[in-house]
């Protein structure tokens, strides 16, 4: 079987990442994602829990990564986007 060249994709406040990865054909999204340098550059996430998607659709872990798939990780809201758009208005009047 021949290799699939990947992207996977994740960000947070600090640092946004988009990491070229080639991995065997067959392999899942979660398990390219847990080979990949990203659970070393972000410690405080674990990636074995977060969620993923293919270019922006959420994919079951047992997704077969394709050649030229864009693999995103999703990680929580850390505030409400209303209550954040509140904060940002009153600071800025």
Known sequence: MADCQI?????????????????????TARAAI???DLPDKFPK????????GV????VPDDY?????DRVEVYRPLE?????????????HS
């Open 55 to 58: 270019y922006g659709r959420q």
């Open 64 to 68: 077969k990564v394709r050649p030229g």
């Open 34 to 36: 847990l080979a990949s």
């Open 79 to 91: 505030i409400d986007p209303k209550e954040r758009r509140r904060l940002r208005a009153k600071t």
């Open 7 to 27: 992207e996977i994709c994740f960000g947070d406040q600090d640092l946004q990442l988009v990491l070229e990865c080639c991995v065997p054909a067959g392999t």
């Open 45 to 52: 996430y674990d990636f074995s829990l977060l969620l993923c």
